[in-house]
């Protein structure tokens, strides 16, 4: 059996059945996420480098095998925070356990699939865009330990001042998270500041569509844009963010013994309507093992202004996730 769907049967048939210890926090979707608050600022970035991160984590293995080719759509970054009051495990024996509550940063870009017209070797994008997160950080353990272990997003542990943080004031925002400041013999692995955010002067414009596509009608990608501009006057209610999910193999130091390309799949519901944050800066700090800016492509240790600002409340479901390609 040859190709990415080949491939795939192969692995799924020589799967063997998980072990379930009910210490084990490693809960499968579907979830279901009740009266969540976000807050998010959209930040300039370096298309090149949202490139870079797609072919270092989605573009993994060979095209002929994979099928597919993720390409970065526009040059901004999404940094969210948001407050999940509930967080429902949705299937049993799971959903009779109880809920879990959580704050969480992430910051999200734009991406599109290309797949090859069959006999021309050309590319061309899918129905309509996905997103990635290539930096999650939470404040809860079984979130961070089922999101890395069961889907593959990159959750690392975190502090949020204040807590929980939602339409806080004043307007003064700080997370950290473990990090070395250098790469020394002498350097400890200690809580660091990632992100703050700091009141500004002025004010910010209203937000215009529907989460998680608001503001988006006014991007400039002329190849794609009649695509973009045909989805988002549906604006369906589901979405797909796509990342990289792998484990290192224990007797060696550069083999991972399984990686894969997983999209999650989210069904939002009850959106409201997208409401101006205050006129605030965000600062990312840059540390020797954790670049966000660098890795995005926007300056470190400085005041950023946002492009744009808003928050909003909803409820999400994600009904699961799916295998894209196996790299075996």
Known sequence: MCGPA???QEMEMAMVQFIVRADDPEIPPPYDFPNMSIMSFRLAANVANLQNLCDQLLNIGSLSRRGFEYRAVAGFVDMDIVTYPKMLFDHAPYSGWGFASQQELYFRFLIWKHEPIPGTGVLFPADIPEWTFPFIFVDNSWSMISGRNVIGFPKVMAQFYPTPVHDPSPFDITVSALALKTY?????????PIVEIKPDKGTSSPARGNWPWIGLDGLVFPTLE???EAFLATVPTAFSSVGLKQFRDAPSLTNACYQAVVATHFAPYGIGTPTPLPAA?????????LDIPGSLGFAANTPLQPILQYAVTLSMRAPGATNLFVNS
């Not at 020394?184 to 660091?192: E, F, R, V």
């Not at 800066?281 to 093992?289: D, E, R």
């Open 6 to 8: 080949g491939a795939l």
């Open 184 to 192: 020394s013999t002498a350097t400890q692995l200690d809580w660091q």
């Open 226 to 228: 009649p695509y973009l």
């Open 281 to 289: 800066t965000v600062k990312v700090k840059q540390y020797a093992s």
